[in-house]
C-alpha cells in the first residue's frame, strides 16, 4: 500500500524533535531510498557546477570533507561534471572515506558501448570498484527515451552493471520533460529517479511544439506525472533543480525552496553549494526540518509569477548540468 504524504514524511531516522534535543550535533535525519533497504540522509552534496567552480582542489576538498563530517554522506556527481572534475576531485578523498559515503553517478551515454566505457573511466576517477547509485544522465524527451531503451542503448549497460554488483541501485535522471520521465518510469526497473521538484516547476506543462504553458495546478509537472509513479513503483526519489540555478532565490528564501522540496514524498534533496557557508547553513536547515503543511505548500506554489515560471521551464528545457 502507498504511504500517505504525512506518514512517508514521519519515517526520518530522527524525527524534528529529536533533532532539536540534540541541538547542533545532532544528524541529519534519514529517509528510506524507496524500496532498496537503503537509508539516506534527506540532504545530497552536489557535486556539479558550484563543486567544480571552486578555484583549488584544496577549496573543493575542504568543502566535501566537512560535508561528510555533517553527515551529507550522498553525494551526488556525474562522469560529465567539470568534464571530470568532479570525480576527480571526489576520488581524492576515497581512499579513506568511501565506507562514508553513498556515491552516486550519471552517464550521459546513449549506446551501451559508450557507458560501459564511461564506467570504467567513472570508477577509475572515483578511486572505487563499485557505486550505490548509477543514474542515465538527462532524459530530455520521448525521442531521447527511445534511444536510451533501444537495442544497444545505454539502459541495457547500467542494468547489466546492477547485475554484475558495479551498483546497487539503477536510475535515471531528468529536469526537461515530465511526460517522458512518466513512460521511464512505468516502463523500466529502475530503483530511483533524480528529476526537478521545486515550487516553480508545480504547473508547468509543454505543448506540441516545445513551448512552456502553464496549466491547472496538478497538471503537467514531474510533482504531478512522474513522482506519483516513482512513489507507486518503490523507488528513491531525488529531488534536485531546488533553487533553480540560483533563478528562484528572492521568490523565497532558502528555508522555504529546501523545505517545500523536502515536504514532497521524496527521499532527499541534492543541494549545490558554491560557498562553504550554504553547506552549514542547509545543513541546520536539514537538521531542524519540519514537514509544511498543505495550506504552506499551496501558498509557496503561487509566489513565482506565472511568466517567471514559463522562462524558468525554457531555461531547463534547455539547460545542459555542468
Not at 524534528?16 to 537503503?38: N, Q, S
Not at 534527506?42 to 560535508?67: C, H, K, P, Q, W
Not at 554522506?73 to 572534475?85: Q, R
Not at 568532479?86 to 551515454?109: C, D, F
Request: glycine share 8%; net charge neutral; hydrophobic share 45%.
Amino acid at each position: 500500500m502507498a504511504l500517505s504524504r504525512r506518514e512517508f514524511l514521519g519515517v526520518a531516522g530522527l524525527s524534528p524533535l529529536a533533532v532539536r534535543a540534540l541541538g547542533a550535533t545532532a544528524a541529519l535525519p534519514h529517509r528510506p531510498f524507496g524500496k532498496t533497504g537503503i537509508e539516506v540522509p534527506i540532504l545530497a552534496f552536489g557535486a556539479g557546477s558550484r563543486f567544480v567552480a571552486y578555484e583549488t582542489d584544496e577549496e573543493a576538498l575542504a568543502v566535501l570533507n566537512r560535508a561528510i563530517d555533517l553527515g551529507m554522506t550522498y553525494i551526488d556527481t556525474a562522469h560529465s561534471y567539470g568534464d571530470g572534475k568532479s570525480e576527480e576531485r571526489i576520488g581524492q578523498v576515497m581512499p579513506t572515506r568511501r565506507k562514508e559515503v553513498l556515491l552516486q553517478t550519471k552517464l550521459g551515454a546513449r549506446t551501451a558501448d559508450d557507458a560501459r566505457r564511461q564506467i570504467e573511466l567513472s570508477l577509475k576517477r572515483l578511486r572505487t570498484d563499485h557505486l550505490d547509485v548509477l543514474h542515465i544522465h538527462a532524459l530530455e524527451s520521448s525521442e531521447d527515451l527511445a534511444a536510451i531503451e533501444a537495442k544497444g542503448g545505454v539502459l541495457e549497460a547500467v542494468m547489466e552493471a546492477r547485475d554484475q554488483k558495479v551498483t546497487r541501485c539503477a536510475g535515471i535522471t531528468g529536469h526537461a520533460d515530465p511526460v517522458a520521465m512518466k513512460a521511464a518510469l512505468e516502463h523500466h526497473d529502475f530503483d530511483c529517479v533524480q528529476m526537478a521538484l521545486n515550487l516553480a516547476r508545480a504547473r508547468m506543462s509543454w505543448d506540441d511544439g516545445g513551448k512552456a504553458v502553464a496549466t491547472p495546478l496538478g497538471d503537467g509537472s514531474f510533482e504531478a506525472l512522474a513522482l506519483p509513479v516513482a512513489n507507486k513503483k518503490g523507488m528513491g526519489v531525488i529531488a534536485m533543480k531546488i533553487f533553480g540555478q540560483e533563478h528562484l532565490l528572492g521568490q523565497a528564501t532558502t528555508k522555504e525552496l529546501i523545505y517545500y522540496a523536502l515536504s514532497l514524498p521524496v527521499s532527499l534533496a541534492t543541494l549545490g553549494m558554491p560557498k562553504p557557508e550554504m553547506l552549514e547553513e542547509n545543513v541546520a536547515l536539514g537538521r531542524a526540518f519540519q514537514a509544511l503543511p498543505e495550506s504552506e505548500m499551496q501558498r509557496l506554489r503561487k509566489v513565482v509569477p506565472e511568466p517567471r515560471k514559463a522562462a524558468f521551464a525554457r531555461f531547463l528545457r534547455h539547460h545542459a548540468d555542468a
